[in-house]
Structure formats: C-alpha cells, structure tokens
C-alpha cells in the first residue's frame, strides 16, 4: 500500500500542479468566424409552447461587424417571406472577468431588447441560457451555435416551460457565407 502511495502522490501532485498553471480560456475571439456577410435562411415557429408545428421560412441577410477592438459584434439581420419583412439586430459582448458571451437581441417591430442569453464555447459549439417571461408565464431560453466552418454555421433557439426537462426549437437559421467575386 505504501508503494502506491509513493508512486500515486508525484502523479497526483503533477496532475495538480498542471491544473494550476494552465490559463483559463480566452474566448473574445469566439465569434471572429461570423464577421463579414452572410445569406440567411430561417425558419421561425408562429406560437412557440402551444403545440403548434406551423413554421414561417424566410430568407436574408446577416451582416455580422467587429466592434470594441472584438471584445463585441453587432449583427444585422433582413429577412423577407411571404408574410412579410423582419429585420434584427444582435449585440454580442465579451465579459472578461466571466469569460462568457452575454448576446441580446432586439426585433425591429418592438424596438426593445430581450433578456441576455449568457454562455460561451466548448469544443466548437456555443451554448447561451436566459430565463424570459413568455406569454406570462417564466421560461428558459436556450440558444446554440454548431456546425460552424469557414463559410456556414446553424443557429437555433428553443423554448422550455418545464424546467430544461424538455425544449421546443422555435427558431432555426442556417447561415452561408457570401463571398466577394
């Protein structure tokens, strides 16, 4: 048992002693891969937890603009359908000291600001929570960023009136890069 012991304590003693000097995760420059213009289409749920499956397509454009020196974005967002025009704007900042991303979004039909969804990246995916008022009753929000490559990436958001026991996905945008000719 002592020869363990006696081989166990370097090991675990290196294991802390590399834990304590590695740097926490710098992620300011989590959303460089979405500057620029971008085609966007989008699909979005017409009443999200009624149990309603009916979905409204459009199809745009994102323009996504680094602001304070990257430590934030803005991203514009047009989109026109068949029932009509929707433009959007999102205001991503970079906490610091949190090392998480605080993204608020505004609809250009109310001109007010929704609740931050706050979170970061991990292993290439975003994931962002809020608790809202939805209809008037309390719910979380989940928004989350994946498949991202050089020139597309897949947003959606999804509702939960239980908990985060179950979520709805009520928003799905895809979008794709446009590249100069």
């Avoid at 304590?20 to 749920?45: I, L, N, S, Y």
């Avoid at 608790?131 to 008037?136: L, S």
Wanted: aromatic share 10%.
């Amino acid at each position: 048992m002592i020869h363990r012991l006696r081989i166990l304590c370097p090991l675990l003693l290196c294991s802390l002693i590399a834990l304590a000097d590695e740097k926490p995760r710098d992620g300011q420059h989590d959303f460089d891969f979405h500057f620029g213009t971008w085609k966007t289409q989008v699909k979005r749920r017409v009443r999200p937890l009624t149990g309603s499956n009916t979905w409204v397509e459009m199809n745009g454009t994102t323009v996504v603009r680094k602001v304070l020196n990257g430590r934030a974005n803005l991203v514009e967002l047009t989109a026109d359908s068949p029932n009509g025009h929707f433009e959007g704007m999102s205001l991503r900042l970079y906490n610091p000291e949190s090392r998480q991303w605080s993204l608020n979004f505004a609809n250009a039909a109310d001109g007010t600001l929704t609740e931050s969804t706050i979170g970061e990246f991990k292993n290439g995916r975003g994931e962002f929570y809020a608790q809202e008022t939805y209809n008037g009753r309390s719910i979380l929000v989940r928004f989350v960023i994946f498949d991202i490559t050089p020139n597309s990436c897949h947003f959606e958001q999804a509702f939960s009136d239980d908990g985060g026991k179950t979520w709805e996905v009520n928003w799905i945008a895809t979008d794709t890069r446009v590249t100069e000719p």
